[in-house]
């Protein structure tokens, strides 16, 4: 089992950046890849960004390739998305999930509760 808190969230202007943590417990962290996902208002959540276990590897949607960066710290069992040059669009309750490298949902076994984003224009 694999529990996921995310955390950093809040109010932005578009421009700004955030950086969200997603702490994880059990030792399985390290032979986990991770994943952040998001869903705006009305919308189905959609991939954000993944990394695998070593970290060597990270895949981006097109929307926030540049912009976004997904790293992992396995001595702190966390994972972190930094988000830059924040857009409206952005705003969503982003998700924080361990399962395979993949870039869609059903690649991941375990998620978080979710953290709100919110761009203001």
């Known amino acids: 089992q694999v529990q996921l808190v995310e955390s950093g969230g809040g109010l932005v202007q578009a421009g700004g950046s955030l950086r969200l943590s997603c702490a994880a417990s059990?030792?399985?962290?390290?032979?986990?890849?991770m994943g952040w996902f998001r869903q705006a208002p009305g919308k189905e959540r959609e991939f954000v960004a993944a990394?695998?276990?070593?970290?060597?590897?990270?895949n981006y949607a097109d929307s926030v390739k540049g912009r976004f960066t997904i790293s992992r710290d396995n001595a702190k069992n966390t994972v972190y998305l930094q988000m830059n040059s924040l857009k409206p669009e952005d705003t969503a309750v982003y998700y924080c999930?361990?399962?395979?490298?993949?870039?869609?949902?059903?690649?991941?076994?375990?998620w978080g509760q979710g953290t709100q984003v919110t761009v203001s224009s």
């Open positions: 999930a361990a399962g395979l490298y993949r870039d869609y949902e059903a690649g991941y076994d375990y």
């Open positions: 059990g030792r399985t962290f390290r032979r986990i890849a």
């Open positions: 990394i695998n276990v070593i970290g060597g590897n990270t």
